[in-house]
């Protein structure tokens, strides 16, 4: 959907929730579902990458590598499938570091790896990125915990824990799972940077391979 129609679903939504509050509720109603529709639409339920939300992380600049960003997306999608990993999916889109500023355009290119063999692992996302920078590419992926509204709306409920509350609530087969899934990952996303050093006759031993979190994977 263009991000014409978007602003103009929002500006509307704004301007019946305004004539709502001076002659009916009803108007406020619909005016809050359209801001809502046009914000979902713009960056969708995954469209949204928040620091708060990032539970581990790697991240490296490959010198003199600029245009190379599509390469390392690429490889990195081929060798997860590689691996034969069970129930990952993949799915590049344009993500924004909150709601304004992704709708203004301030948004990059990552491909979205979730694991859905399991309900409860569904919230945790590996979000792959590279981009030039200068003469040189970066490369980085976040490990994020995001629950859907209705997960969020679950663990709001007392005495049910069909869905962790948090990154760290979850049981040692789930534990095993995301570390499974992350490496798996971490892994595809190394070796497409070895095979892009090695192209340009680069030293891979100067690669850190240990993640920044929770999980530490290397």
């Known amino acids: 959907m263009s991000k014409s129609v978007i602003w103009a679903l929002i500006g509307l939504g704004f301007l019946f929730f305004l004539i709502g509050m001076a002659f009916s509720k009803f108007l406020i109603f619909i005016g809050l579902i359209m801001l809502a529709g046009g914000l979902f639409l ?10 708060d939300q990032v539970v581990d992380s790697w991240g490296m600049l490959i010198e003199k590598a600029q245009g190379k960003a599509e390469n390392v997306f690429q490889n990195t999608d081929s060798h997860i499938k590689e691996s034969k990993a069970p129930s990952i999916e993949m799915e590049r889109k344009s993500i924004g570091p909150g709601i304004v500023r992704g709708l203004m355009g301030a948004t990059r290119d990552f491909l979205v790896v979730t694991y859905i063999q399991s309900m409860r692992m569904k919230p945790y996302k590996i979000f792959l990125n590279a981009r030039d920078y200068g003469d040189n590419l970066d490369v980085s992926w976040y490990l994020t915990f995001k629950p859907s509204l209705l997960q969020a709306a679950m663990c709001l409920i007392p005495f049910v824990n069909v869905f962790p509350r948090t990154s760290m609530e979850i049981d040692l087969f789930d534990q095993q799972d995301l570390r499974a899934y992350s490496t798996v990952v971490h892994h595809s996303v190394l070796k497409s940077v070895e095979k ?3 192209e340009l006759n680069q030293d891979t031993s100067k690669i850190d391979r240990k993640s920044r979190g929770f999980l530490g994977i290397s």
Do not use: V
Request: hydrophobic share 45%; glycine share 24%; charged share 25%.
């Open 196 to 198: 892009l050093m090695l």
């Open 42 to 51: 713009g960056l969708g339920p995954d469209g949204i990458l928040r620091k």
